[in-house]
Nanobody, 117 residues
Framework: VQLQASGGGLVQAGGSLTLSCAASGSIFSGNDMGWYRQAPGNERELVAE???????NYAYSVRDRSTISRDIAKNTVNLQMNNLKPEDTAIYYCARRIAGRSGYDFWGQGTQVTVSS
């Protein structure tokens, strides 16, 4: 499995971005997918996740302005974020968790999101 994240960049506060995680091979069957982020000096935190059954879960700080989705045909997991805030600035990572297990065990490289005020 390989995960390739893209879509980051510099955006003004209030703007929007869609991050995309492209997976090699069939990634969705039996796997949950998540987006994490890590800001300088902070621990990595979960932003959003989507289970193999399509259930979603969001961090409280983004739940009203973010949508995680899967494109099965393209083998991608996308994270759309609206009304971005400077505190959303971080490196964003996509990850895989085998369904039924407790932790994410496979990570892609990150994509930088910078939100200017």
């Amino acid at each position: 499995v390989q995960l390739q994240a893209s879509g980051g960049g510099l955006v003004q506060a209030g703007g929007s971005l869609t991050l995309s995680c492209a997976a090699s091979g069939s990634i969705f069957s039996g796997n949950d997918m998540g987006w994490y982020r890590q800001a300088p000096g902070n621990e990595r935190e979960l932003v959003a996740e989507i289970t193999s059954y399509g259930s979603t879960n969001y961090a409280y700080s983004v739940r009203d302005r973010s949508t995680i989705s899967r494109d099965i045909a393209k083998n991608t997991v996308n994270l759309q974020m609206n009304n971005l805030k400077p505190e959303d600035t971080a490196i964003y990572y996509c990850a895989r968790r085998i369904a039924g297990r407790s932790g994410y065990d496979f990570w892609g490289q990150g994509t930088q999101v910078t939100v200017s005020s």
